[in-house]
């Protein structure tokens, strides 16, 4: 969306100077820009001009309306693809991978581990996702679930669907899917982890 305020700066001048003068009473119920008054009482037309053109060119600046609010996440495209897993690192080699990650809102209620979830859809398929401070955090969290259930030992909680746990460096996931191969896909995707710095 682009908007562009347009004035005559000389008819704007002219009516302020009068109404200082106090000649014109008037009530000011809109106020355009600082830059307008700055305009007017620049002593030169060039300096005058400069104030006005700023002015507009602030007004023009394009906004993205769609954009979302930030939290303090890197854009997937300056993401570095090396090291530990990150968010976005996660979510641009899921893309990598030729699957189309959406996210979820997480359900803690009854948390897995002690960091919050990522979870995201990838077609039928479901990704529970844990992040990690480095591997060793991971690791120790990880010897608290069942193999078997990919739930902590001794919960009776179990998963929806089929459930893995796949392990990668410091990132800990729980992928429940029933087709084979979107499972092979995202366990790949995973397990190949990232190069090292």
């Known amino acids: 969306m682009r908007a562009t305020v347009r004035y ?21 119920t809109i106020v355009v820009a600082v830059g307008g008054i700055a305009a007017c009482t620049g002593s030169g037309g060039e300096a005058g001009q400069a104030a006005a053109d700023s002015a507009a060119v602030t007004a023009s600046i394009p ?4 954009a979302p609010a930030g939290q303090g996440a890197l854009p ?11 968010q976005c690192s996660l979510e641009k080699r ?30 039928s398929a479901e990704l529970h996702v844990w992040i990690f401070a480095d591997s060793s955090a991971r690791a120790t ?9 990919s739930q902590p030992l001794g919960s009776l909680r179990r998963w929806p669907r089929p459930a893995e ?17 979107t499972t ?6 995973l397990r190949a982890g990232l190069p090292p710095r």
């Open 8 to 28: 005559d700066a000389r008819g704007v001048c002219a009516r302020w100077h009068t109404w200082m003068r106090g000649s014109l009473r008037c009530g000011v």
């Open 63 to 66: 906004t993205d309306t769609n």
């Open 76 to 86: 997937i495209d300056e993401c570095p693809m090396v090291g530990s897993w990150k």
């Open 94 to 123: 899921l893309e990598q991978s030729g699957l189309v990650p959406v996210l979820l809102p997480a359900d803690d209620h009854e948390p897995v581990t002690a960091v919050p979830a990522l979870v995201y859809r990838l077609g």
């Open 141 to 149: 969290e990880q010897a608290r679930l069942d193999p078997g259930t």
């Open 165 to 181: 746990t796949i392990a990668s460096n410091n990132l800990l996931a729980v992928l429940l899917a029933e087709n084979e191969r």
């Open 184 to 189: 092979e896909r995202i366990r790949l995707s």
